[in-house]
């Protein structure tokens, strides 16, 4: 399993890249307002940052698919690695299928079903994004959509990738890979706590102690 970026936020952004952990940019309407700052203008910032795909969602008051179809063709020509993030709904999918004819990438956001994949993969999604934590906040097991979807993709053979979002712990993450999601999508918080372990900070602690008290400084 990737890693992609759940963020607007450049320095954020930035300091996972240069980690080497992420391949990918995701954003949604509220990353993009939480940021304050104009949407093409962020967007281009991160594509001079990742070189990989990042996602940019066509407006949240756009829902018809002509709408979307137009935003989605600006999208594309902010850069080559752009994905058009389109909202599972019957509008989305037509705006899915259009473009996906013109050759623009698109990810199918805010899936909660298997079937509400296999419609976006059939609709020609580039990847689809099943929201893991906010099934789990309704007390729905958001890993077994993921597992789910893959067993379908695998069985259908549908080249569609699985973007697991949503993701809010490192469990999460653990549970998507095993899952068998393609990329999962983190926020910065997540991946931080990742690449933590008491246990490796009493070990580097300890290191330390016993080269000091032989060889000092
Ligand atoms: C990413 O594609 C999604 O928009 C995002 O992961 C949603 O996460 P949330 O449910 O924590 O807002």
């Known amino acids: 399993m990737r890693f992609f970026i759940d963020t607007a936020k450049v320095e954020d952004i930035k300091k996972a890249y240069d980690m080497g952990i992420i391949c990918g940019v995701t954003t949604n309407p509220s990353l993009i307002a939480k940021e304050g700052r104009v949407f093409e203008e ?44 389109i909202p599972m ?26 079937n509400q994949a296999l419609l976006a993969a059939r609709a020609g999604a580039t990847y689809v994004s099943p929201f893991l934590g906010r099934l789990d906040d309704i007390s729905v097991r958001g890993v ?13 053979k549908v080249d569609t990738q699985i973007i697991a979002a949503s993701v809010r712990n490192p469990i999460h993450v653990t549970d998507c ?41």
């Open 144 to 156: 077994d959509c993921i597992s789910e979807i893959a067993a379908i993709f695998k069985a259908a």
């Open 89 to 114: 709904t019957a509008e989305g999918l037509k705006a899915c299928k259009q473009l996906a004819s013109e050759g623009i990438k698109t990810n199918m956001t805010l899936i909660f079903t298997a």
């Open 42 to 85: 962020v967007i281009a910032e991160i594509a001079s940052i990742v070189d990989g795909p990042i996602s940019g969602e066509v407006k949240a008051t756009t829902e018809d698919a002509e709408g979307m179809i137009a935003e989605g063709r600006e999208i594309a020509k902010i850069h080559k690695n752009m994905v058009v993030k």
């Open 177 to 217: 890979a095993l899952a068998g999601a393609d990329i999962a999508t983190v926020p910065f918080s997540v991946l931080d706590t990742m690449t933590k372990h008491p246990l490796t900070d009493a070990g580097i602690a300890k290191f330390k102690k016993d080269y000091m008290a032989v060889f000092g400084e």
